[in-house]
């Protein structure tokens, strides 16, 4: 056991009590680097570890008995301050950092098969006094502060929300770990909440769509280039599915017994969301699927359909170059899914069926994409009220007057 550090001035609610009632608390070095900090209150005293980090933890025994729980004596501030700031042994005390969370993040995503690059590109982007900062005293407004920063040093915003949305998910497991102590879950939920760009309310922009001959000339180019690389964008253009999911296919995944009809059993992207893994059969072209049967056969049972290819979006837009086509070149893969659900919105098919082949939800496709749902709303017509009919032959016009 550790020994007790003296002070005279803390010793005791006697001495205590003489102090000056102040915001700034009255310290004692309870070993390097750590602090007791006590505040001297009208009411009774508060207690507080300080270790590069500020805790409150109990209050001080100025006017009644201690409990060592709520209430402590200076002794038992200290034994409890060390406790706090070192952690005990086997089952550690010790506040979780925020590099401790993304460590868990990172191995939890591993455990559950998610996607590890969710931990440790969020790393990169976080300053070593933010990775030591202690989970339960982040605020608001630094964790507001920090996603800012990203923009403001030349991140989209759009990718400052999707890291801010991993580092959500990290800080959230630590509180779903340590439910008594990590209470400020509201700054992570308020702090890092997706902002909208001005006009972020409107659907992709048109160029997000591409029509079919010119997706099927990206298609043979990527082939041109490399087959791993056309089979992969393929696969991306035929199903309209995310990379992270086209990923995941084995090759018993396709089912093309009926030639004429082959699906794709296709899992489901979890988007952070605990829940069992699922699949969903989805219908694809014999042409796709004889292509996936001879990479199957090539690549054997054991393997999955597809490896990563690193810098896709980089080879897409050189792609886009060479073909000369008058297309954004700042396009990536992603338009292959946008133009896949503007597809099937323009031929009618039930929103309902869209979302449930892509992955997705009425509600984010009818926000998504309302300019072209506008456009396909002719059905609609169809219900309207014939005010252009003539009257019933057994109606009676009345006179006037």
């Known amino acids: 056991m550790a020994r007790s550090v003296y002070s005279d001035k803390l010793k005791n609610r006697t001495n205590r009590l003489k102090l000056a009632i102040r915001k700034k608390p009255y310290k004692a070095q309870v070993a390097p680097g750590i602090f007791l900090a006590y505040r001297r209150n009208e009411g009774p005293g508060t ?38 700031a ?57 964790l507001s502060d920090w996603r800012n920063g990203l923009v403001a040093k ?9 890291i801010g949305k991993s580092f959500k998910a990290a800080l959230a497991l630590a509180a779903k770990r340590d439910k008594k102590r990590i209470t400020n879950s509201a700054a992570w939920k308020e702090g890092l909440k997706p902002q909208k760009a001005k006009g972020s309310n409107a659907p992709p922009r048109d160029n997000y769509y591409l029509p079919d001959g010119t997706i099927l000339a990206i298609v043979r180019e990527c082939y041109v280039e490399d087959a791993d690389f056309g089979a992969l964008i393929d696969t991306l253009a035929g199903t309209g599915v995310r990379e992270s999911q086209a990923l995941k296919l084995w090759p018993d995944d396709l089912q ?12 489901c992207s979890a988007k952070g969301r605990d829940r069992d893994p699922e699949q969903r059969a989805l219908p694809i072209t014999p042409k796709l699927a004889e292509m996936l049967r001879a990479r199957a056969i090539a690549r054997g049972a054991n ?49 309902r069926l869209i979302a449930f082949t892509h992955d997705t939800s009425v509600v984010e496709i009818e926000r998504t994409y309302a300019r072209y749902l506008n456009h396909a709303s002719d059905d609609a017509r169809k219900g309207l009220l014939a005010d252009a009919m003539p009257p019933a032959d057994n109606v009676v016009r009345l006179a006037r007057g």
């Open 47 to 84: 207690w507080s570890v300080q270790a590069g980090w500020l805790k409150r933890f109990a209050i001080a025994d100025d006017f009644e008995n201690a409990n060592n729980k709520s209430v402590m004596t200076f002794y038992q501030a200290q034994a409890h301050a060390l406790k706090m």
């Open 86 to 142: 070192r952690g005990s042994e086997g089952d550690s005390d010790k506040p979780v950092t925020v590099a401790e969370a993304i460590d868990a993040y990172e191995t939890d995503l591993a455990a559950r098969g998610g996607i590890k690059y969710n931990a440790t590109s969020l790393r990169g982007h976080l300053s070593p006094a933010m990775l030591s900062k202690v989970v339960m005293l982040l605020t608001e407004t630094e």
């Open 154 to 162: 030349g991140l989209k915003l759009s990718s400052a929300n999707r």
């Open 256 to 267: 093309d017994d009926d030639a004429e009809a082959p699906r794709l059993m296709m899992h």
């Open 303 to 351: 393997r999955l359909l597809f490896d990563r290819i690193w810098n896709l979006s980089a080879r897409f837009r050189a792609v886009l170059e060479r073909l000369d086509l008058d297309l954004d070149l700042s396009l990536t893969p992603y338009t292959l899914r946008h133009s896949s659900i503007i597809r099937q919105i323009r031929s009618n098919t039930p929103l």
